[in-house]
């Protein structure tokens, strides 16, 4: 989240200052909130749904908590576009930062960060079914013990 809304920002042409990254920082908080929120549904959802497979519990508990990320992604962008706005020349950067975040943190939070989960969990399940190589048995082998 960090590195794409810094991304736009530096695409955009503006300076980068003390502002930006006070608002990179509180992003951060923010988008890590805002993953463990979705993260711990997540969880949930296996606790109560242990027959169901991987990708439906995700999808469950993405859709139990998209209406609450949607009205706290939308309340802070809505103060910040206050501060957009009604803030001034002073403000700007700190604002126009936060909204970038917000938008860029919420998108990421909800459409990346489960099905990463889900790309390494698979990923998890093919190496486990690997067979494991079996030790050479012989001088070599004690030798190296």
């Known amino acids: 989240d960090v590195l794409v809304t810094s ?4 695409l955009c042409g503006q300076q980068f200052d003390l502002q930006v990254l006070a608002a990179l920082l509180a992003l951060i908080g923010y988008s890590i909130n805002d993953t463990i929120v979705i993260f711990d549904r997540i969880r949930e959802v296996m606790r109560i ?9 995700i ?4 859709n139990q908590t998209l ?29 126009a930062t936060m909204a970038i975040g917000i938008v ?32 050479k048995s012989g001088k070599k082998a004690k030798a190296r013990a």
Do not use: C
Not at 7 to 10: A, N, Q
Not at 67 to 78: D, E, H, Q, W, Y
């Open 7 to 10: 991304s736009i920002w530096l």
């Open 67 to 95: 209406s609450r990320t949607i009205l706290t992604s939308g309340a802070t962008l809505l103060a910040v576009v206050a501060l957009l706005v009604l803030g001034g020349e002073v403000i700007f950067p700190f604002a």
């Open 59 to 62: 999808n469950q508990a993405i």
């Open 104 to 135: 860029v943190g919420s998108y990421s939070s909800v459409y990346i960060a489960a099905p990463i989960m889900l790309l390494l969990s698979d990923r998890k399940k093919a190496g486990e079914s690997k067979p494991v190589p079996k030790a």
């Open 49 to 57: 749904h242990t027959a169901q497979d991987l990708p439906a519990v």
